[in-house]
């Protein structure tokens, strides 16, 4: 393999992870932003409230994007091992 192919794959991995991680990172940190708001308008200073909306908010966004997150991983993973055999030559 060399350098070309190698950062390729890299390019390719890290891309995945962004397309993966965007929906439950983006609704976690819009409850987290929202929760803040109401927080500093009425001076509440509980650091620890915005965690369990946020926990649910990720099981309600795994629950609705799940499907889609196993099928894209399921296809860069394909992807990969159809490269193998020109990787290893």
Do not use: C, H, N
């Not at 915005?50 to 499907?67: D, N």
Request: aromatic share 8%.
């Amino acid at each position: 393999m060399d350098t070309g192919t190698a950062a390729y794959l890299l390019r390719q991995a890290l891309g995945q992870v962004l397309l993966v991680s965007a929906p439950i990172l983006l609704a976690s940190l819009l409850v987290g932003l929202i929760i803040s708001i109401i927080q500093a308008a009425f001076s509440v200073q509980e650091q620890t409230l915005s965690f369990v909306p946020k926990i649910l908010i990720v099981l309600v966004v795994v629950l609705i994007f799940g499907s889609w997150m196993f099928g894209s991983m399921q296809q860069f993973a394909l992807e990969i091992f159809r490269l193998i055999p020109r990787m290893v030559r």
